[in-house]
Nanobody, 126 residues
């Protein structure tokens, strides 16, 4: 499974970006998809995830500002009202399993995800 992110860049505080993660033909076979981010010197953290059972989870820090969505080929992350603390490398991830594990832990833990994109840089600064 190859995941290819795009849409990162530099933006001023209050601005918007939309990230995309291309996974042609794979998304509907996955138990879940997610966006994670990692800032320098920090651990990788969940931003948002969407699961096959309809579970959608957001980190508290992005609730009300970010929106995750997907179609049959692409995972998206719409990011509005960006803050300097949103600066990080953003990674797309996918998890599979037979059967799928339906739990908040499986949806939020980086260790539960089998496939990762290469990452895209998001920089929010004045």
């Amino acid at each position: 499974v190859q995941l290819v992110e795009s849409g990162g860049g530099s933006v001023q505080p209050g601005g918007s970006l939309k990230l995309s993660c291309a996974a042609p033909g794979y998304i509907f076979y996955m138990c879940g998809m997610g966006w994670f981010r990692q800032a320098p010197g920090e651990e990788r953290e969940l931003v948002s995830s969407i699961s096959i059972d309809g579970r959608i989870i957001y980190a508290d820090s992005v609730k009300g500002r970010f929106t995750i969505s997907q179609d049959k080929n692409t995972l998206y992350l719409q990011m509005n009202s960006l803050k300097t603390e949103d600066t990080a490398v953003y990674y797309c991830a996918a998890r599979d399993g037979v059967p799928c594990v339906h739990s908040d832990h499986a949806a939020t833990a980086a260790s539960a995800y089998n496939y990762w994109g290469q990452g895209t840089q998001v920089t929010v600064s004045t």
